[in-house]
């Protein structure tokens, strides 16, 4: 039986970060009213197209800053999936939130909606590193929060990280690790800093004023990660997710886990991406021309809505292409020659065979088993590996 992800964008904040490329929007919180309606909306309109009541397996509440809606809204999406879709049982619904945002009571109404997993925008625990990024919280708010949370129910914690801040030392980065370890979260997201065309750190480097990213310092604090982490109990099971096994269970993320096995899931909300039926969606990105796009309901095919601005239908080249790329990030998973074979009905070798046997002499890639893996160097040249993909024509 294939499962669906749903994917929720929420894309207001109160302050744009100078990092962020994101489709968020500050100064247009008046429009969450409306905003939740045209989601809403849009929920509905796919649940009355779709072939069947399709069964979903997570939710994600993304953003932007999912934190800011009143926990009423959050209650109102939920049930408009639970409508429209048949939500199982032990759905993952996750929740992106900022520290600083939200208070005790708030995160005890979401758990109580059925919210049950927590993803907070920590970032650094430096003051220095928090203000150079633009963040409007510090460590203690941090803090608070994950106390918060596990005061109202939360079993299942992600903290995320950013690595390779300029002027952020080796030793300023292990003292962020150390005070996220020292949370006990049950899941850690490091992410390399990337300077992002069109965001003010994109100017500040070009005009010299910031220095650009150093990809050596990047690949040491990386591995100091992996190497504090793992000692910490954490499993890297993708290139930049680390998650603990705690109470019989290794808390990965289900729902990035869906995009990392190129499985599919539907986007709602402005700029949302969907993949479902080789189809790739891409919806309007302004809150307000979704909000009007939304406003007249329109008979389309599934899984088309009046806020779809873009469509891709992916051949079966490409989607075997893409089913590499995202499985290899898996580091443990890795893709599996089994189910390679009974989702395309061609064997992994047939495909990929000269590429695949030329990154595994090259060291970067290896079979275990039936799974094929990323080497422990292939993991820091990942971008190379992936791209032996793409450049490949229907053999
Ligand atoms: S809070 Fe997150 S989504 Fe919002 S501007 Fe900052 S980085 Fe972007």
């Known amino acids: 039986m294939t499962v669906f992800s749903l994917y929720l964008h929420i894309p207001f904040c109160r302050h744009r ?11 247009q919180e008046d429009l969450i009213p409306a905003y939740v309606e045209a989601l809403c909306n849009e929920i509905r309109q796919v649940g009355r197209t779709a072939p069947n009541r399709l ?9 932007g800053t999912p934190s800011l809606l009143p926990a009423e809204a959050i209650g109102l999406i939920l049930e408009t999936c639970r409508a429209s879709f048949e939500v199982l049982p032990d759905a993952e619904i996750s929740l992106e939130a900022n520290p600083g945002t939200l208070t005790l009571e708030w995160l005890q109404t979401i758990r ?11 970032q650094s625990a430096h003051p220095e590193d928090l203000r150079l990024l633009e963040r409007q919280h510090d460590f203690f708010d941090v803090s608070q929060t994950v106390r918060w949370a596990r005061r109202a129910g939360f079993e299942n914690i992600n903290l995320d990280l950013i690595y390779g801040i300029p002027f952020q030392t080796l030793a300023r980065w292990e003292a962020t690790l150390e005070r996220a370890l020292g949370m006990f979260p049950e899941h850690l997201s490091l992410y390399a800093l990337s300077i992002e065309h069109a965001t003010p750190f994109y100017h500040w ?10 990809d050596d310092v990047a690949a040491e604090m990386y591995e100091k990660a992996d190497a504090m982490l793992t000692q910490s109990g954490y499993l890297q099971y993708e290139i930049s997710n680390w998650a603990i096994r705690r109470e019989g269970r290794l808390w990965v993320c289900q729902h990035n886990l869906q995009y990392w096995l190129n499985e599919p899931y539907l986007g709602f909300g ?5 993949f479902v039926e080789h189809l790739r969606t891409a919806n309007v990105r302004s809150i307000r021309a979704y909000i009007e796009r939304l406003q007249t309901p329109a008979q389309l095919p599934f899984p088309l809505t009046p806020a779809t601005e873009q ?3 992916i051949d079966p080249l490409t989607e075997m292409q893409e089913t590499m790329m995202m499985g290899l990030r898996l580091t443990q998973e890795g893709v599996s020659r089994q189910r390679f074979e009974q989702r395309f009905h061609r064997s992994i070798e047939e495909v990929f065979g000269p590429t695949i046997a030329s990154l595994v002499n090259l060291g970067l890639l290896e079979w275990r088993g039936e799974r094929l893996c990323l080497t ?3 993991r820091l040249l990942g971008n190379r590996v992936f791209m032996e993909f793409v450049d490949i024509s229907a053999p």
């Open 17 to 27: 970060c100078a990092y962020c490329d994101f489709n968020t929007y500050s100064g």
């Open 55 to 63: 069964p979903v397996h997570t939710l994600y509440f993304g953003g």
């Open 112 to 122: 109580r909606l059925g919210v049950n997993r927590l993803s907070l925008g920590m």
């Open 205 to 214: 480097v070009a005009r010299g004023l910031l220095p650009p990213p150093d």
């Open 270 to 274: 402005a700029g949302a991406h969907g």
């Open 311 to 313: 469509t891709q239908t």
């Open 376 to 378: 422990q160097r292939g």
